[in-house]
């Protein structure tokens, strides 16, 4: 039996809406151990896969945290700076983890296939990139898209192209966001230098070698600051 306030149709975000109200109205406060799953799910009328699917989002917001063999908790209060700041980490999370998948397989490809023409604007591109560094966050998020645009370019697919640049204006919003509000963006320009010099050797594996040091470090930093730590 579903708990009356839940409608039919898809369960997991009434249940991540009614866990969050929990935590907005205080009812679920700071510190606060939740219910077992079997608990929460047997109180809802609800699946067991749905209740953890939920708790999933929420601690993906920051807003809970699964602690193995002792129990959920509630780590953050739901304000508005918690829930902007908790959301716009898990959105450029996302972005990351699609760039990432994409940019390897560019990174693969394009060492096989580039030119020396093609390579001597890349350098120029890495080096413009560097050289924007500290010139504000938009101007340097631009140059390194467009660095990274050439090197996907290089691969000669025009499906990879058509992604990156599908995903390109979420990224340069989100990276814009991460270089103005996060205190510590990791400084991976050595690793762009590095993927010029694999596809200049045609070395397919050290140019994904290369674009994993560019961006896990990103994607390693939003995971440990995902509680706005």
Do not use: K
Not at 75 to 86: F, G, M, N, Q, Y
């Amino acid at each position: 039996m579903i708990e009356p306030g839940l409608r039919r149709g898809p369960l997991v975000p009434q249940v991540e809406a009614l866990f969050r109200g929990r935590i907005e109205s205080g009812d679920w406060a700071l510190g606060d151990r939740l219910p077992s799953e079997t608990d929460l799910a047997v109180e809802l009328g609800v699946g067991r896969s749905s209740v953890r699917e939920a708790v999933r989002l929420l601690v993906r917001d920051g807003l809970l945290d699964v602690r193995h063999g002792v129990g959920t908790f509630v780590v953050e209060a739901l304000d508005d700076a918690t829930l902007e700041r908790t959301l716009r980490r898990a959105r450029l999370l996302e972005v990351l983890e699609v760039r990432r998948a994409l940019e390897v397989e560019a990174a693969r490809s394009a060492a096989e296939r580039a030119r020396p023409e093609d390579l001597a604007d890349l350098r120029r591109q890495v080096a413009e990139r560097h050289a924007r560094r500290e010139s504000g966050a938009e101007a340097f998020v631009t140059a390194d898209l467009d660095f990274h645009r050439s090197v996907v370019a290089l691969a000669r697919n025009s499906v990879l192209t058509a992604l990156f640049d599908t995903v390109r204006p979420i990224l340069h919003s989100a990276l814009v966001d991460m270089v103005v509000g996060e205190p510590h963006v990791p400084d991976t320009s050595h690793s762009h230098d590095v993927l010029v010099d694999a596809l200049e050797s045609g070395d397919g594996a050290a140019a994904v070698a290369a674009t994993v040091a560019n961006l896990d470090p990103m994607i390693a930093s939003l995971h440990g600051g995902r509680r706005g730590t």
